[in-house]
T-cell receptor, first 111, second 112 residues
Framework: QKEVEQDPGPLSVPEGAIVSLNCTYSNSAFQYFMWYRQYSRKGPELLMYTYSSGNKEDGRFTAQVDKSSKYISLFIRDSQPSDSATYLCAMSSFNTDKLIFGTGTRLQVFP | DAEITQSPRHKITETGRQVTLACHQTWNHNNMFWYRQDLGHGLRLIHYSYGVQDTNKGEVSDGYSVSRSNTEDLPLTLESAASSQTSVYFC???????????FGPGTRLTVT
């Protein structure tokens, strides 16, 4: 079993839809949770960063962490075709020196 | 603006050849990382470095080596390229281990 599980998709939604992307993990020591966005043939770039549990909102994006369920989510409101990309979750713990990535979910938003 | 660059962007090589992929960052970050990205596996850590003269093995280090002689560069060497090393390689850097990692644009390597 992988430390971080993420549905690879693809997920196809119409423009304006609310998108929910999720990851589950097994290591209860994880405290730092990130979402990266990767456009085709580009490097990943950080979208959201959350420490411990709770919600964080940035514009149309909301990151949610539920440590009791070992489950994190990224919500995209009013999705746009420019949101079409692969979204990777990543996480680490206080005493580790590495980020553990999910496999990524490919999202396509069609006009 | 600070950035992280990789070269070459595309490389085709033959089995058994030695290949070196370059990574250069101007963030002045101490921490640098090399990943490979494959379908179904996501990003997997090959090697990483906390600073000059420091290198550490990651999850999939067999067949790869790195050296860190200055802050800006972390070249990745494939000692004897194998077809299983056909992949997209990403270099990244960060200020500290819990901080955001900044990724380069990637190198697409094909081993024939």
């Amino acid at each position: 079993q992988k430390e971080v599980e993420q549905d690879p998709g693809p997920l196809s939604v119409p423009e304006g839809a609310i998108v929910s992307l999720n990851c589950t993990y097994s290591n209860s020591a994880f405290q730092y949770f990130m979402w990266y966005r990767q456009y085709s043939r580009k490097g990943p770039e950080l979208l959201m960063y959350t420490y411990s549990s709770g919600n964080k909102e940035d514009g149309r994006f909301t990151a949610q962490v539920d440590k009791s369920s070992k489950y994190i989510s990224l919500f995209i409101r009013d999705s746009q075709p420019s949101d079409s990309a692969t979204y990777l979750c990543a996480m680490s713990s206080f005493n580790t020196d590495k980020l553990i990535f999910g496999t990524g979910t490919r999202l396509q938003v069609f006009p | 603006d600070a950035e992280i660059t990789q070269s070459p962007r595309h490389k085709i090589t033959e089995t058994g050849r030695q290949v070196t992929l370059a990574c250069h960052q101007t963030w002045n970050h101490n921490n640098m990382f090399w990943y490979r990205q494959d379908l179904g596996h996501g990003l997997r850590l090959i090697h990483y470095s906390y600073g000059v003269q420091d290198t550490n093995k990651g999850e999939v280090s067999d067949g790869y080596s790195v050296s860190r002689s200055n802050t800006e560069d972390l070249p990745l060497t494939l000692e004897s390229a194998a077809s299983s090393q056909t992949s997209v390689y990403f270099c990244a850097s960060s200020e500290s281990m819990s901080d955001e990692q900044y990724f380069g644009p990637g190198t697409r390597l094909t081993v024939t």
